[in-house]
C-alpha cells in the first residue's frame, strides 16, 4: 500500500498544566476517570494510531466526549499534541515552523465547522473566497473561484447575500464552498452535519458523495451519528474516551464488532440499507455457478434492494457480479440470517 | 500638658524627641482657643493624629508638613516633567488652536450645510439630519452658534485623539491579560477620581494660557469608554469565526483586520459615541481653564448670577450633546445592521 496521507502514531493529548508529567501513567494504562480523580487532568486522546489513506473518507465516530472535535484539530494542530507523530503527506507537522504551519493551514488542509463559523460581515462570496484572499491572491481571482465553487454546492444567486439572511443548510453550503475553493487536498469536517435538520442532512449528505466522486479528496469527518457514518465512510474509526475501539471498513466493523460498546452502537441500525451484498456473499471458490440462480446481482446492491428483488422468498439464490466478472453466490438465507445483529442472534439462541 | 507626653517619656523617647521649642506656627484650634484665653480642651483621648502627636514630641511632623511634602515634591519634579511633556503635548494645541480657527473661520453658509451633510452621511437616517439642522438653526437665532462651534472644534479634536490611542490600547489589551490587568485599575482611576482634580496638577504643569492644559484634561477623562469597550469587543468576538481564521491559515494582521476588528465595531463605536459624551461633560469645566465655548458662558451665569445667560449656554450644550448622541448611535446601528442581516 502507498503511503497513506495522513498518519498519526501513538497520539497523546492529555489536557492541564502538568500534561507532559502525567503522559507516562496514560502510557502505563491509567484511564480517563482515574486522571481525573489523582492529577486532575482530562485525559482527551489516548494512543491514536490511524491511517488516513487519500482519495478516502475516514469518517470518526463517538460519543460527545469521546474525543473526536480533538482528534481533527490536532491535524492542522488547531490543539497541540501532548506526545505523538502527525504526518501529513510524508512531512511531519510538529515540525513546521510557525510560518510553515500557516502554509499548510492555507495549501493542505481546509476545514469545515459544525457551526459554520461564517464571517457575519462579509457576503457569501466573500466568505467562498476567504481561504483565496487569505494567501494574497488578486480578488478577481477569488471572486472568480468563490462564485465556481458556490455554483458547485447549488448556491448560484446568493453570492451577495449575508450569511445571516440564509437557512442553516445554505450556511453549511457556504462553508463547504468555502473548503473547497481553497483547493487542498485535505478536508477536515468537524460534525459538519450535525447541526443540520435531518432531510437538509440527508441532502448534504448526497452532495459531499457527489462532489467526492468528482474531486477525490482525502476527507476526514467527525460525526456522532452512526448512520451518516457507514453512509460516508471508506474508513471508519470509532472512539470512545480518547481511544479507538476499532477501525475499518464501515460493513466489517457492523458484521464483526469487537466490543460491546460497538455492539450497542450497532444494534439500532437499519442494516438491511447499510450492508452490500458484497459483505456476506459467499466468494466463489473454484468458478461453480449454482444452476438455479434466480439471477445475477451487483457486488455494491445494499441488501434492502435484495429484498425487494426477491419478494421476501429466502429460497432464492443469486450470481453477483463485479462487472463483468463472477464473484461469489447470494443465498437468500444467509441475507436473513445477516440482517439480525451477532448479538440479538445469540440472545435468542440462548433463549430457544 | 498633652496627652502623649506620658506615652512618649515611658517609651524612653523624650531625648529623641527633643524639648519643646516650639517654633512652628500654632494650630488653627490653638489659635481660637488663645483668643478665647483658655487651654485648647480636645475630647479625653485625643485621635493620634500628627498635630496631636507633635505636640508632645517635635520629631513628629505636623500635618501640613504632608501637604507641603506632595507639593514640593511636585514642584521640584516640575521642570523635568515639563521639558519631557511639554513637547510631546505640544501637538496638542496646535491641533486645538487650529480647529478652532477653522471652525470660527468657515462660514456658516458653508460649515452648516458640511456639518447637515455629515450627519447624513454618517447616520442615514433623515429624522436625525432634519434633527441637527434645526439643532444648529435654533443655536445661531440666539446667536450661540459661534460659541457652539467652539465646543465643537474642541470636543472634535479630543475625540480624534481618544480614538486613535484609545483603539490601539484596547487592541493590546485584549491580547494580554497581564496588560489589561495592570490598565484596568488605571482606568478606573481615571474615571472616578473627580474630574476638578485633573486640573490641579496640569494647571502647575502648564500655562492656564496653552490649550493643551484643557485638552488633556479633557481627553483623560474621556478615553476611558473607548479603551475599555475595544478591549471587551475583541474579547467578545466568536471564538468559532477566530477558530475558522486559525484553521485557513490567517496570520495575526489578517485575523485582526478582517475578522477582530469589524465584529468588534458595534463595541468600539459604542465606546466612541461614550467617549464624545463624555468630552462634551468635561468641556464646560474645562472652561474654568480658558477653554472656550458654551462652558464660559456656563461659568459667567454662575459667577455673575446672570440666570438667562447660563441657562440658554446650558441649554446649548444639551442640544450639542443630542446631536452628537443622535448621530453616533444611528451609525452604529448602521454598523450593526449591515453585520447582521436578519
Known amino acids: 500500500?502507498?503511503?497513506?496521507?495522513?498518519?498519526?502514531?501513538?497520539?497523546?493529548?492529555?489536557?492541564?498544566a502538568r500534561d507532559k508529567d502525567v503522559l507516562h501513567h496514560v502510557q502505563d494504562g491509567m484511564g480517563k476517570e482515574e486522571l481525573l480523580a489523582q492529577h486532575g487532568h482530562v485525559l482527551g486522546l489516548n494512543n491514536i494510531n490511524v491511517d488516513m489513506q487519500a482519495g478516502e473518507i475516514t469518517v470518526v465516530m463517538g460519543l460527545s466526549g469521546s474525543?473526536?472535535?480533538?482528534?481533527?484539530?490536532?491535524l492542522n494542530r488547531l490543539i497541540e499534541p501532548t506526545a505523538g507523530e502527525i504526518i501529513v503527506q510524508g512531512e511531519d507537522v510538529m515540525q513546521l515552523s510557525e510560518d510553515g504551519l500557516r502554509h499548510a493551514r492555507q495549501e493542505k488542509m481546509s476545514m469545515v465547522f459544525q457551526k459554520f463559523a461564517l464571517?457575519?460581515?462579509?457576503?457569501?462570496?466573500?466568505?467562498?473566497?476567504?481561504?483565496?484572499?487569505?494567501?494574497?491572491?488578486?480578488?478577481?481571482?477569488?471572486?472568480?473561484?468563490?462564485?465556481?465553487?458556490?455554483?458547485?454546492?447549488?448556491?448560484?444567486?446568493?453570492?451577495?447575500?449575508?450569511?445571516?439572511?440564509?437557512?442553516?443548510?445554505?450556511?453549511?453550503?457556504?462553508?463547504?464552498?468555502?473548503?473547497?475553493?481553497?483547493?487542498?487536498?485535505?478536508?477536515l469536517m468537524d460534525e459538519a452535519f450535525s447541526a443540520l435538520d435531518p432531510l437538509i442532512r440527508t441532502d448534504m449528505q448526497d452532495l459531499l458523495l457527489e462532489l467526492q466522486k468528482?474531486?477525490?479528496?482525502?476527507?476526514?469527518?467527525?460525526?456522532?451519528?452512526?448512520?451518516?457514518?457507514?453512509?460516508?465512510?471508506?474508513?471508519?474509526?470509532?472512539?470512545?474516551?480518547?481511544?479507538?475501539?476499532?477501525?475499518?471498513?464501515?460493513?466489517?466493523?457492523?458484521?464483526?464488532?469487537?466490543?460491546?460498546?460497538?455492539?450497542?452502537?450497532?444494534?439500532?441500525?437499519?442494516r438491511a440499507r447499510v450492508l452490500r451484498v458484497r459483505s456476506i456473499m459467499t466468494p466463489l471458490v473454484g468458478g461453480k455457478?449454482?444452476?438455479?440462480?434466480?439471477?445475477?446481482?451487483?457486488?455494491?446492491?445494499?441488501?434492502?434492494?435484495?429484498?425487494?428483488?426477491?419478494?421476501?422468498?429466502?429460497?432464492?439464490?443469486?450470481?453477483?457480479?463485479?462487472?463483468?466478472?463472477?464473484?461469489?453466490?447470494?443465498?437468500?438465507?444467509?441475507?436473513?440470517?445477516?440482517?439480525?445483529?451477532?448479538?440479538?442472534?445469540?440472545?435468542?439462541?440462548?433463549?430457544? | 500638658m498633652a496627652f502623649y507626653d506620658e506615652i512618649f517619656s515611658a517609651l524612653g523617647l523624650s531625648d529623641w524627641c527633643g524639648t519643646s521649642d516650639d517654633k512652628a506656627p500654632l494650630s488653627l484650634a490653638d489659635l481660637a482657643a488663645q483668643a478665647r484665653?483658655?487651654?485648647?480642651?480636645?475630647?479625653?483621648?485625643?485621635?493620634p493624629s500628627f498635630d496631636n502627636l507633635h505636640e508632645s514630641c517635635n520629631r513628629i511632623w505636623q500635618s501640613r508638613d504632608v501637604t507641603n511634602g506632595i507639593e514640593e515634591g511636585f514642584l521640584a519634579a516640575k521642570p523635568a516633567l515639563k521639558t519631557v511633556l511639554d513637547p510631546i503635548t505640544q501637538p496638542l494645541s496646535w491641533m486645538l488652536d487650529g480647529a478652532l480657527w477653522l471652525f470660527e473661520a468657515t462660514p456658516w453658509f458653508i460649515m452648516v450645510p458640511l456639518l447637515v451633510a455629515i450627519s447624513w452621511y454618517a447616520s442615514r437616517s433623515r429624522p436625525v439630519t432634519i434633527f441637527v439642522a434645526v439643532s444648529i438653526m435654533l443655536l445661531a437665532v440666539v446667536d450661540h452658534y459661534d460659541v457652539a462651534m467652539q465646543t465643537l472644534s474642541i470636543i472634535f479634536v479630543c475625540t480624534t485623539i481618544s480614538v486613535l490611542f484609545g483603539v490601539p490600547i484596547g487592541i493590546a489589551m485584549s491580547k494580554s491579560d497581564r496588560l489589561q490587568k495592570s490598565v484596568v485599575p488605571l482606568l478606573d482611576l481615571l474615571q472616578t477620581l473627580p474630574t476638578f482634580v485633573y486640573l490641579i496638577p496640569l494647571i502647575f504643569l502648564f500655562s492656564v494660557t496653552e490649550s493643551k492644559l484643557y485638552g488633556i484634561a479633557i481627553i483623560l477623562y474621556a478615553i476611558v469608554p473607548v479603551i475599555r469597550l475595544t478591549d471587551l469587543g475583541i474579547r467578545l468576538v466568536d471564538q468559532d469565526v477566530i477558530e475558522a481564521a486559525n484553521a485557513f491559515g490567517m496570520n495575526d494582521r489578517q485575523k485582526l483586520m478582517r475578522v477582530q476588528l469589524p465584529l468588534a465595531l458595534p463595541n468600539i463605536m459604542a465606546g466612541i459615541n461614550q467617549t464624545i459624551m463624555m468630552s462634551l461633560a468635561m468641556v464646560v469645566i474645562a472652561s474654568l481653564v480658558s477653554a472656550p465655548g458654551l462652558g464660559v458662558n456656563v461659568l459667567r451665569g454662575i459667577r455673575n448670577l446672570e440666570l438667562g445667560v447660563g441657562i440658554v449656554a446650558g441649554i446649548g450644550i444639551v442640544l450639542l450633546a443630542v446631536i452628537l448622541d443622535r448621530v453616533s448611535k444611528a451609525a452604529l446601528t448602521r454598523v450593526d445592521k449591515t453585520q447582521v442581516k436578519h
Not at chain 1, 67 to 74: A, E, F, Q, V
Not at chain 1, 231 to 248: C, M, P, R, T
Not at chain 2, 37 to 47: D, F, K, R, T, V
Request: with cysteine.
Open chain 1, 289 to 352: 455457478v449454482p444452476k438455479d440462480a434466480h439471477g445475477e446481482v451487483d457486488v455494491n446492491d445494499t441488501l434492502e434492494s435484495m429484498i425487494a428483488r426477491s419478494g421476501g422468498d429466502t429460497s432464492h439464490a443469486y450470481v453477483v457480479k463485479d462487472g463483468e466478472q463472477t464473484v461469489g453466490t447470494l443465498d437468500m438465507t444467509e441475507l436473513v440470517r445477516a440482517l439480525v445483529p451477532r448479538v440479538a442472534s445469540e440472545a435468542g439462541a440462548r433463549q430457544s
Open chain 1, 1 to 16: 500500500m502507498t503511503q497513506p496521507m495522513v498518519r498519526l502514531s501513538g497520539l497523546y493529548k492529555i489536557f492541564g
Open chain 2, 37 to 47: 484665653g483658655e487651654e485648647a480642651s480636645g475630647p479625653l483621648i485625643p485621635i
Open chain 1, 67 to 74: 474525543g473526536k472535535s480533538t482528534l481533527i484539530r490536532h
Open chain 1, 214 to 270: 468528482e474531486l477525490h479528496k482525502t476527507i476526514i469527518f467527525i460525526t456522532h451519528d452512526l448512520d451518516e457514518a457507514l453512509k460516508l465512510a471508506d474508513h471508519l474509526v470509532i472512539l470512545k474516551d480518547g481511544f479507538v475501539v476499532q477501525q475499518g471498513e464501515p460493513q466489517h466493523i457492523l458484521l464483526n464488532p469487537n466490543d460491546p460498546y460497538i455492539e450497542d452502537f450497532v444494534s439500532d441500525i437499519n
Open chain 1, 119 to 187: 464571517l457575519p460581515h462579509k457576503t457569501v462570496l466573500k466568505n467562498a473566497g476567504m481561504p483565496l484572499s487569505v494567501r494574497g491572491e488578486p480578488e478577481a481571482d477569488c471572486d472568480k473561484e468563490a462564485a465556481k465553487w458556490l455554483e458547485r454546492v447549488g448556491l448560484s444567486g446568493f453570492e451577495n447575500h449575508y450569511p445571516a439572511q440564509l437557512s442553516g443548510g445554505m450556511q453549511q453550503r457556504v462553508g463547504i464552498a468555502r473548503a473547497l475553493t481553497a483547493n487542498t487536498p485535505i478536508m
